[in-house]
């Protein structure tokens, strides 16, 4: 066993965050638990948790910077997503559609993005026709071109990249079942904290 110490942090004059570091052969091993992550499972859900977040700030400010280069246009992250949306096997697409496809609920936002690509004329409304109602998407031949230079850099850059790393697909789809799994299990943690929601007096 190594050394112990216990290193005191200042949160707040309330708070104080004890941090244990194992010292042993040279290595630090720092304490890992904290109010979410009480225990090694906590731990691993919560590291998990934290990553997602790292991972779709830096994933956004990819996309934006990208999209950015490509376009000329001050789009986000968010716009982007939706303009490859629409694009995507060719194929007009509804908000409803888009929404389901993006694991959204926030239509009013979508309408936003879709009125913004609008104005930029990169898509366009297109007639319905006797299988579907409402107004449906598409992207014009401007959008088309700005997705094809941004398939260009994607490739350039991000697919570089990953391509170098070895076993790379086999981790990609490992990591998408596992993000896919998560994702059902936080819908349903969602839904049922929403039914039984408690009501709380203004004091609470």
């Not at 040279?26 to 997602?52: K, M, V």
């Not at 509804?94 to 929404?99: D, K, L, N, P, V």
Request: glycine share 4%.
């Amino acid at each position: 066993m190594g050394n112990i110490m216990r290193v005191k942090h200042d949160m707040s004059e309330d708070d104080k965050l004890t941090t244990t570091v194992n010292v042993t052969e040279g290595t630090l091993e720092l304490d890992r638990h904290w109010h979410l992550a009480t225990n090694d499972h906590e731990i691993a859900l919560t590291e998990l948790e934290y990553s997602l977040f790292r991972s779709y700030e830096s994933f956004s400010r990819w996309m934006k910077e990208c999209t950015v280069a490509a376009s000329g246009f001050n789009m986000s992250a968010n716009d982007c997503a939706i303009l490859n949306l629409i694009a995507m096997r060719d194929r007009p697409k509804g908000i409803t559609e888009i929404a389901r496809l993006l694991n959204r609920d926030d239509n009013t936002n979508i309408q936003y993005t879709i009125r913004k690509l609008t104005t930029d004329k990169l898509v366009e409304k297109t007639s319905t026709d006797n299988r579907r109602k409402g107004v449906r998407y598409r992207t014009t031949p401007a959008g088309n071109r700005v997705i094809e230079r941004f398939v260009a850099l994607r490739k350039g850059l991000l697919i570089e990249m990953t391509k170098s790393i070895r076993s790379m697909d086999e981790q990609l789809g490992n990591g998408s079942k596992v993000l896919d799994l998560m994702t059902g299990m936080y819908e349903q943690a969602a839904r049922v904290a929403a039914t039984h929601r408690p009501t709380f007096d203004e004091e609470d």
